[in-house]
């Protein structure tokens, strides 16, 4: 049977050898971490202002604001004119019977008011700036989840479209007559009533 020979390599050789691993481990420890490693991620740029209102565009458009908040929309004729600015179709519930807002930042009876801030704290908490809640169906806890940057993008697109001039109907009581288009929620079947609070008349300023 022939044996493997032992191959000797010289000082020099060994040396070289053990500079070249070491050059190998340096590279591999400073390249690029894996997802979920130790290295340090880039910061992501910031957006540009033009990019900010971009993205609020595309957000609410996504999470359709424009239905409920531009009239015509339930109709398939949204009014591009007005756009945000409210609707008159009140949602009849055991909150009494609301109105999508005027999201434009007309300052009389729109949103024309609020910072960036109060329109993220809207978003936030479901409280207006006025102190009133934010009545359904307007999906507000959903929005909680939203991110600054998201929920900043929004707030920055809300405060860049054309002002309108339109005063929504104000919130009325529970088991008062509104009159007008309505939606009208029927009193809810017991498995989804498990939950819900007893009906009680708004707050005070609850539709401002």
């Known amino acids: 049977m022939q044996r493997l020979s032992r191959v000797s390599y010289p000082a020099s050789?060994?040396?070289?050898?053990a500079a070249a691993l070491g050059l190998i481990g340096l590279a591999s420890c400073t390249a690029k971490a894996p997802e979920g490693g130790s290295g340090t991620a880039a910061t992501p740029a910031a957006m540009t202002p033009e990019q900010k209102i971009a993205r609020g565009k595309y957000l609410v458009t996504v999470e359709n604001c424009i239905d409920c908040h531009t009239p015509g929309t339930f109709y398939n004729?949204?009014?591009?004119?007005?756009?945000?600015?409210?609707?008159?179709?009140?949602?009849?519930?055991?909150?009494?019977?609301?109105y999508a807002a005027n999201l434009t930042p007309d300052m009389e009876t729109g949103i024309g008011s609020y910072s960036e801030d109060d329109i993220v704290n809207v978003f936030?908490?479901?409280?207006?700036?006025?102190?009133?809640?934010?009545?359904?169906?307007?999906?507000?806890?959903?929005?909680?989840?939203?991110?600054?940057?998201?929920?900043?993008?929004?707030?920055?697109?809300?405060?860049?479209?054309?002002?309108?001039?339109?005063?929504?109907?104000?919130?009325?009581?529970?088991?008062?007559?509104?009159?007008?288009?309505l939606i009208v929620f029927p009193p809810p079947p017991a498995w989804d009533a498990k939950n819900l609070p007893a009906p009680a008349a708004?707050?005070?300023?609850?539709g401002k």
């Open 13 to 17: 050789g060994l040396v070289f050898l």
């Open 77 to 98: 004729a949204p009014d591009t004119t007005r756009w945000l600015s409210g609707s008159e179709i009140g949602w009849v519930g055991p909150w009494g019977t609301s």
């Open 124 to 181: 936030r908490h479901g409280i207006k700036k006025s102190g009133a809640p934010v009545m359904p169906p307007m999906p507000w806890p959903n929005q909680t989840h939203l991110t600054d940057e998201d929920a900043y993008s929004i707030a920055a697109y809300l405060k860049s479209i054309p002002p309108v001039s339109h005063k929504v109907p104000a919130l009325v009581p529970p088991g008062t007559n509104a009159g007008g288009s």
């Open 202 to 206: 708004p707050p005070a300023g609850a």
